[in-house]
């Protein structure tokens, strides 16, 4: 009989031993913390739309331009000192002329751009990334009638980079 009420005793306390951990508390799994949502105002989403299309528009355009830069310093070079034909002058002006009317177009819509950063107060925070554009544009207009198109391709590079920082940091 002893060895049953000892049995019966080892058998209680290997169950309570058991369940022992099973009572122990656990910790609640903590939330993830949820995003803040920004609001962003109609200005905001407009002026990133505006600068996104801009942006686009430019370094395309630097695309294209880049890989044409050294012969235009050639032709310019060549014009200036009389040495092209005058079928080749008159196509290198027509050229530059071109040139020159896509550059006003851009500086016109990038200085409407930059004033909209300026007047809206929603953008002002983002003015130190997009000032200056309608500077680099109007360098880009000048070098361009110069005939000095190494400083039109890095007045553009300019005008990217900047437009780039403005639209990297606007919310979405």
């Known amino acids: 009989m002893k060895i049953w009420v000892y049995l019966g005793l080892f058998v209680c306390l ?8 099973a009572q122990k508390k656990r910790p609640a799994p903590r939330p993830a913390p949820t995003p ?3 609001f962003v ?7 990133k739309q505006t600068a996104s299309n801009q942006l686009a528009n430019v370094s395309g355009y630097l695309a294209r331009l880049t890989p044409l830069v050294p ?6 070079t060549a ?33 409407n751009l930059e004033t909209d950063f300026k007047t809206k107060p929603a953008l002002g925070k983002y003015l130190t990334k997009i000032q200056g554009i309608s500077d680099l544009s109007a360098t ?33």
Do not use: C, H, W
């Open 36 to 38: 803040v949502k920004t």
């Open 71 to 76: 012969q235009l310093n050639d032709l310019a």
């Open 14 to 21: 290997g169950a309570l031993a058991i369940s022992a951990p």
């Open 140 to 172: 880009a207009q000048d070098s361009a009638s110069l005939g000095r198109y190494e400083a039109v391709r890095e007045a553009l590079k300019g005008i990217v980079q900047r437009l780039s920082d403005t639209v990297a940091a606007m919310p979405s």
């Open 79 to 111: 014009d200036k000192a009389g040495k092209l034909s005058k079928k080749a002058s008159t196509d290198y002006n027509n050229a530059r002329k071109k040139l020159l009317l896509q550059l006003n177009d851009f500086g016109i819509g990038l200085t």
């Open 41 to 47: 105002t109609a200005d905001e989403r407009t002026a």
